[in-house]
């Protein structure tokens, strides 16, 4: 139409009408309240290096659709993002995550920051922020018993009004980490003007240490930029002892990942800190 071709071939379509009923279904999960449990946050811990000790986890997002079938939030997510949808089921992530910090805080034994992924755009990241607070006020929740995650793709989105309001947060405590830091296509001014604590290495970067020259470099490049900054460095997507020793030698400060621990439902938490 209006003088324009598109050319469609079979595979487009197929991926469309996949992408839209993936849509469709998860537009219906949030729009009941997530009344069958769906959805759900699971907790990967974080292992510090230098202590041994594991003081926080990651939150992430997993959704059961009506079939059982599981799908990856590699897939969903990224599609939420390009809808509307991402906002809602940002704020489900930041109402769980908060109700099982209540928990865990009221078990008296778990003591766990848990980092919670933020993505939006500007109207929808403040909204996010405003609901984090209120949630940490109505469970009467320490600041620093959290962190938040954001991508370099989400900092562009960030107003000067967010960037107080990220101050402000990290004054109370809550660490603001740069998440796949390095991937993006961003140039590192943000890091000068935010209010950040942690630089987290993507596992893109992980997965050739020790021996691939060019991971080498880089991580040790990010290690020490991240420390003459005054952050924090994680490793994520440590998977082999041989990464993990990589990244101690060169005094990475936390490594997550699957050769520590997986990620693991709220209430199978407890016992990690109890053996610890
Ligand atoms: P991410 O933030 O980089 O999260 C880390 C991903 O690496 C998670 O994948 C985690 O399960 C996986 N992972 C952890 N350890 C290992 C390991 O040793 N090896 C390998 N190969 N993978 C490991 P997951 O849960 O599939 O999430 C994928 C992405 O989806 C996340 O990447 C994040 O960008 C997004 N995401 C997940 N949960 C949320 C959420 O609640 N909100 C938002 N906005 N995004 C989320
Ligand atoms: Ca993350
Ligand atoms: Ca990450
Ligand atoms: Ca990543």
């Avoid at 769906?38 to 009506?66: F, M, V």
């Avoid at 003591?111 to 984090?132: A, D, V």
């Avoid at 101050?167 to 001014?189: A, N, P």
């Avoid at 002892?241 to 199978?268: M, T, V, W």
Wanted: aromatic residues 8%; hydrophobic residues 35%.
């Amino acid at each position: 139409g209006r003088n324009c071709f598109q050319f469609f071939s079979k595979q487009t379509s197929d991926r469309l009408e996949k992408e839209h009923a993936m849509c469709h279904a998860l537009h219906s999960v949030l729009k009941n309240g997530n009344k069958d449990n769906q959805l759900c946050l699971q907790y990967q811990p974080l292992l510090n290096i230098k202590s041994g000790d594991t003081t926080e986890c990651e939150a992430l997002l997993r959704w059961k659709n009506h079939k059982g079938e599981s799908i990856p939030a590699d897939e969903f997510i990224p599609l939420a993002e390009k809808t509307n949808l991402i906002e809602k089921l940002n704020l489900f992530v930041i109402d769980e995550a908060c109700k099982q910090q209540s928990i865990w805080q009221q078990s008296k034994n778990i003591n766990m920051r848990i980092n919670i992924n933020l993505s939006g755009n500007k109207i929808i990241f403040s909204k996010l922020l405003k609901r984090f607070i209120e949630n940490v006020n109505h469970y009467n929740l320490n600041p620093n018993l959290f962190g938040i995650e954001l991508t370099e793709r989400t900092i562009h989105e960030v107003s000067k009004d967010t960037i107080k309001d990220l101050e402000q947060m990290r004054e109370k405590g809550v660490k603001i980490s740069i998440d796949d830091f390095g991937t993006g296509y961003s140039s590192l001014s943000y890091l000068k003007k935010l209010p950040i604590t942690t630089l987290k290495i993507d596992k893109e970067f992980i997965v050739g240490l020790p021996d691939d020259k060019a991971d080498h470099a880089l991580v040790k490049a990010i290690i020490t930029l991240g420390h003459s900054l005054n952050l924090d460095v994680v490793a994520e997507g440590v998977e082999t002892y041989e990464q993990f020793a990589f990244l101690k030698k060169y005094s990475c400060d936390i490594a997550q990942g699957f050769y520590y621990h997986r990620p693991l439902p709220g209430n199978k938490i407890s016992y990690l800190q109890l053996a610890a």
